[in-house]
């Protein structure tokens, strides 16, 4: 009986180790088509940012400086794209230019580094004046990849602009061809319950500041594809609208709004059409519009709230939604003109949806086991449109919902409520690096723009 039991317990412990390996084999398969298609699957390359060598003698230079060259080291560590080398492992050398530059010293342990970013920062006259350089440290025979001189008026925002041009300059060159995130905005909700207005940060938290000054409950705000405008649904005399701001003539603009409760406003990544939901007749809708409101098309027509459309903004073929129509929300994507409808999710309580800048994922909020009494809570998951297959990004993390991707599709930004109240949050698309942006009052319904 011994033998028979010990040789019982070897082929149990066996199969749940094996059963353990096909779980985590099948964990890191998901973990690898989301990394494919968001250019996050290739191997980091492992990069230094030298802190730059000061210049000038002008009393501005080393505090402008510290900032230039903290904002370079964060912009390319956010990025998705570098192993950076910490700053405890650089040489003690600060190169100012390329006659300056020792390789070996970069490429050597501790540093082992691929690439070095450096420079030179100056003020004078009121004026910055940066040169950065990229060096290749495994090419000495011809070993710039980028060289680059900025110039601006000496102030610590312009200080944070240079540093942002030149991290995205980087990315671009050594991450694939994609522009990088850098000098991108997020616009928002910030506010309590008697007023909220629409607000703008840099992509990384910094320089938040008022874009709307309504003095009423204003959300949802999509910024158009050229960065010129911003629509959003807000609460006037009439009830809910759809409202218009020019970023470039800091003031609302107009837009002909439907009659009744409208909501959700999204561009087509040409700039040309908004989706939005519209109740006219009491039940809520998908209507599309031109930018000024005119050419309104209704393109669902079923019983049940539909809400929160999003266009595939590399077709503009087809828009995601949520609609009610079987029950508790889901989502849903069909043509652009409300033909081939699919249901996307497959149960739970699943609400905005966000395309990803490729077509290939939809971003949604998603409690899957929405009820009472149930242990699921509201997360963040991403899902292939062609397989449905999808994954988890957030974990137990308070209430997660709004996500908004960015431009080169490695990132999401996304709203979470939780001890902190609630605020924006911004992640690698695989769901790693997770970082809160707002830290003051109550922040939601991010929207990343399009460059």
């Known amino acids: 009986m ?8 070897f082929l149990l412990n066996t199969f749940l180790v094996l059963s353990l390996l096909l779980i985590l084999s099948k964990s890191a398969s998901a973990q690898d088509w989301v990394r494919t298609g968001t250019n996050l699957g290739v191997q980091r390359i492992r990069l230094a940012a030298a802190d730059f060598k000061a210049a000038s003698a002008d009393p501005q230079t080393a505090p402008l400086k510290t900032v230039f060259d903290s904002v370079l080291f964060s912009d390319l560590k956010n990025s998705g794209v570098f192993d950076m080398v910490a700053k405890s492992m650089a040489p003690g050398q600060t190169p100012g230019g390329p006659q300056e530059m ?7 342990a501790p540093s082992n580094a691929e690439m070095v970013a450096f420079g030179s920062f100056a003020v004078n006259g009121g004026q910055i004046t940066v040169q950065g350089f990229v060096f290749d440290t495994k090419n000495p025979q011809s ?6 001189q900025y110039s601006d008026t000496a102030s ?21 061809g994609l522009n990088g995130i850098c000098e991108t905005k997020i616009f928002y909700v910030s506010g309590g319950p008697g007023g909220k207005e629409i607000w703008s940060m840099d992509y990384d938290g910094a320089d938040a500041k008022p874009v709307t000054h309504l003095g009423t409950i204003s959300i949802s705000p999509r910024v158009s594809p050229d960065n010129s405008r911003v629509a959003f649904s807000s609460l006037g005399k009439n009830g809910w609208s ?11 603009v107009s837009f002909s709004s439907p009659g009744g409760t409208t909501l959700s406003p999204a561009w087509s990544s040409d700039g040309s059409k908004l989706a939005l939901s519209s109740s006219p007749a009491g039940d809520s809708e998908i209507y599309t519009a031109d930018a000024s409101g005119g050419s309104l098309h209704r393109i669902t027509a079923f019983r049940g709230p539909d809400v929160s459309p999003v266009w595939n903004p590399k077709s503009n073929a087809q828009i995601a939604w949520v609609s009610g129509r079987t029950g508790l929300p889901q989502i849903y994507v069909m043509d652009s003109d409300g033909a081939n409808v699919q249901r996307m999710t497959d149960g739970g309580y699943a609400t905005s949806p966000s395309w990803s800048p490729n077509g290939q994922f939809l971003a949604f909020a998603w409690n899957r086991k929405y009820g009472p009494g149930a242990p699921g809570g509201q997360d963040i998951y991403i899902m292939d449109i062609a397989s449905k297959r999808w994954i988890q990004l957030t974990h137990e993390s308070g209430a997660n919902d709004f996500p908004s991707w960015s431009p080169d599709g490695r990132h999401i930004v996304f709203q979470r409520e939780g001890e902190g109240g609630t605020q924006i949050w911004s992640m690698l698309a695989d ?21």
């Open 143 to 148: 070993p710039q990849i980028l060289g680059k």
């Open 431 to 451: 769901g790693t690096e997770q970082q809160r942006l707002t830290t003051r009052g109550a922040n939601s319904m991010p929207n990343w723009s399009w460059k």
């Open 156 to 176: 610590e925002e312009n200080a944070r602009h240079i540093a942002h041009r030149f991290a995205d300059e980087i990315i671009m060159q050594l991450g694939g």
């Open 2 to 9: 011994n033998g028979k039991y010990a040789k019982l317990k």
């Open 102 to 108: 020792n390789l070996s010293a970069w490429s050597g």
């Open 242 to 252: 759809i409202r218009m701001y020019s970023l470039v003539l800091g003031r609302m």
